[in-house]
């Protein structure tokens, strides 16, 4: 690079292969510019602004009421007009299942009146999958690709009027749609893309050439919204994102896909050939398709979270039935402390995912273009995380009968909870949609930012050496005042009337944060540019925001339970299970601290690689 040249990234890419080059320049490409300013980072600057989460916004009365009929006939539906364990067996969701859903409105959940759809708000949608999520993971993946990654989501955010007014009305109707992004050799590395799109010498159309897979809902979908590359000489990993009708030539459904849960998924691979497509029918902008995937994802992988809280609740429910019901050793299994702490557990997890989805959607009510990115990354991590523990502690209170299949135990005559069908559905959850690894790496990225905006240039070998000392010494003036004052307790904006417990919690998160700030900050100076590579650290820091994340939206949560209009042991509950959560999340954020100083992480490193290079 030339001296004069300004770097694209924030990162110094120029010692790294070129593999690992592309994808991370193209992932700074794509990302959000705008300062992370939302109350998840601040816990990792250690001056957590608890004035964000309290009071917990709750949904009001009018967007419940709009909600509510909605919410209820889906229930409803669901449960006098489908058999999960059916569509399960069969690996079918009946047509007149999806009709019939169609006809409640369910693919249309979001997209305005006026484009035909229920025009409801984001925290309705998230109950709606809750719902879903307690019944059936099949619809829960055929409803929710569609409209939180499929054209919905996208077209919502950045469609024009027009494409608006042709694709929404026959997505709200029932059209299914799908995303493809996942190639053979594209997981969670995009760089690799191979699918391209190349512009017609007249410039009204591109030519659509390339294979995706795993592409859920395709074999049902009547419109995909397709990553494809579109490099220039300026930007050779340029991506551009188009809506495909699936009826048009070229495109070849060459496939199903078959899995170990959601047997039901309509997945599958799919090809282009010279695919045509009109200008019009680019999503943003022609080189934008990776920030529209992005975006997309940002709100979209809230629904995961969503439908985990329907899981666990449905867990819980089992759980404690069984707890009660069978007794062993002299006494209920639930009255064995080995059981015990599952329930507490599972009721702790769901009241904070609840909290964390709650509070990510009425942001996303009050601004559609609300920064989420690490609130709804979190929200995604800690839920999909806590809803597969759910099962599987399910499972293993269940036990014998856990792992019986649902049809099996009707067969005995026995209650036919489908705890195995749900093992089976749910283990995806941390792999799709942002695997939990690439949500650890995306949100120390989007964390380190106020950081590396001072400090990057600092150690930047692109830039030149009057720039660096320039940018040294700025930083080194800033940083001798601000890590002295991590030490000092502030006021956080902690309310002062909050129930005594709650406040006593709240204080412990601020001095977490403080502390997490002051060791991130260390190890940015320890590490220089490595920190890049010590995933593991940097994934407990993650670890650490994102429990304090789930405590502070939870205190906040439980805190308007405890003083709203809910009976008073609805709300001795809430305080109940909060504490609980809290003093289990500075347990284990105690552990990830010291962890983070005496783990053995780079000898289990140099085994890995030992055992990659000479095998097992
Ligand atoms: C049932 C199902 C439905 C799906 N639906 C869709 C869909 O509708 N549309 C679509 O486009 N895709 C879809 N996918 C693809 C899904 O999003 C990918 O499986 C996911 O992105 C992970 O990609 P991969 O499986 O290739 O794993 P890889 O990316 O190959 O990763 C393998 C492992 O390495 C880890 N890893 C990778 N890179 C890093 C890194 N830099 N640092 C640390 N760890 C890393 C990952 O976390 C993972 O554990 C679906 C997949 C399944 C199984």
């Known amino acids: 690079m030339k001296p004069t040249e300004k770097p694209t990234s924030t990162i110094d890419t120029s ?11 193209m992932a700074e490409e794509s990302r959000d510019t705008r300062a992370v300013s939302g109350f998840a980072s601040s816990l990792f600057m250690g001056a957590p602004d608890f004035g964000k989460v309290t009071p917990f916004t709750r949904q009001s009365r009018e967007d419940a009421q709009a909600g509510d009929a909605f919410v209820d006939q889906l229930g409803e539906y669901l449960k006098n007009h489908t058999d999960p364990d059916a569509i399960d067996r069969d690996g079918e969701i009946p047509d007149a299942v999806i009709d019939g859903l169609a006809d409640l409105g369910a693919f249309g959940i979001k997209i305005p009146k006026e484009y035909g759809g229920l025009g409801l708000s984001q925290t309705n949608y998230c109950r709606a999958a809750m719902v879903l999520g307690s019944h059936c993971g099949n619809l829960t993946a055929l409803i929710s690709a569609h409209q939180s990654i499929g054209v919905p989501q996208p077209l919502l955010v950045f469609g024009t009027d027009a494409q608006k007014k042709k694709y929404l009305p026959p997505c ?6 799908a995303f493809a992004l996942t190639e053979v050799g594209v997981g969670s590395d995009p760089a690799r893309m191979q699918t391209t799109a190349s512009r017609s010498d007249d410039g009204s159309h591109f030519l659509l050439n390339g294979e995706k897979l795993w592409c859920t809902n395709l074999l049902k979908s009547q419109y995909i ?30 496939r199903r896909c078959h899995f170990m849960g959601l047997k039901a998924l309509y997945n599958g691979v799919v090809r282009f050939e010279g695919v045509r497509i009109p200008v019009e029918d680019i999503v943003h ?21 969503a439908a985990c809280i329907g899981l666990m609740r449905e867990c819980l429910d089992i759980s404690l039935r069984w707890c009660r019901e069978r007794e062993q050793w002299g006494a209920p299994i639930g009255n064995h402390a080995a059981v015990a702490a599952k329930l507490a557990d599972m009721a702790a ?9 709650y509070y990510v959607s009425a942001l996303v009510d009050a601004d559609k273009k609300a920064d989420i990115r690490i609130e709804a990354a979190m929200a995604k991590l800690w839920g999909t995380e806590a809803g597969w523990h759910s ?10 009968r856990g792992y019986e299949t649902a049809d099996s135990l009707r067969a005995r005559g026995e209650s036919p909870d489908p705890v195995e069908r749900m093992f089976r559905d749910s283990r995806i959850n941390t792999v799709f949609e942002g695997s939990s690894e ?9 964390a380190l930012d106020p950081h590396l905006r001072r400090g990057a240039v ?20 800033h940083y001798s005042l601000w890590f002295p004052s991590r030490f000092l307790p502030r006021d956080a904006g902690i309310p002062s009337g909050m129930h005594p417990i709650l406040k006593k919690h709240m204080r412990a998160i601020h001095r977490a944060s403080r502390k997490l700030s002051r060791r991130l900050f260390l190890s940015m100076l320890t590490n220089g540019p490595k920190l890049e590579r010590r995933q593991l650290l940097l994934g407990r820091y993650v670890n650490i925001a994102s429990e304090l994340f789930a405590m502070s939206t939870a205190c906040a949560r439980a805190e308007s339970i405890s003083h709203d209009d809910a009976s008073d042991a609805i709300g001795a509950h809430a305080l109940q299970t909060t504490d609980y959560l809290c003093h289990r999340g500075l347990r284990r954020i105690s552990g990830w601290l010291k962890e983070s100083r005496k783990a053995p992480d780079s000898k289990g490193y140099k085994l890995a690689q030992e055992l990659m290079q000479y095998g097992g």
Request: proline share 3%; hydrophobic share 45%.
């Open 15 to 25: 010692a790294m292969s070129a593999g690992q080059r592309a994808a991370l320049e």
């Open 172 to 177: 709200a109707a029932g059209g299914i749609s």
């Open 225 to 254: 919204i397709v990553m494809a590359k579109t490099p220039t000489e300026e930007k050779p990993h340029a991506t551009t994102a188009f809506l495909v009708d699936t009826q048009a030539e070229g495109v070849e459904i060459v």
């Open 285 to 305: 902008a022609e080189g934008k398709g990776l920030k529209v995937a992005l975006t997309t994802l940002n709100t979209g992988r809230l629904t995961l979270p």
């Open 349 to 357: 997890d769901t009241f904070a995912t609840e909290a964390m989805v």
């Open 391 to 400: 099962v599987d502690e399910t499972m293993q209170i269940r036990s014998g």
């Open 438 to 446: 690439i949500m650890r790496l995306f949100i120390a990225r989007e």
């Open 458 to 477: 600092v150690i930047d070998s692109r830039v030149p050496i009057s720039g660096r000392v320039t940018a040294l010494i700025k930083a080194g003036l």
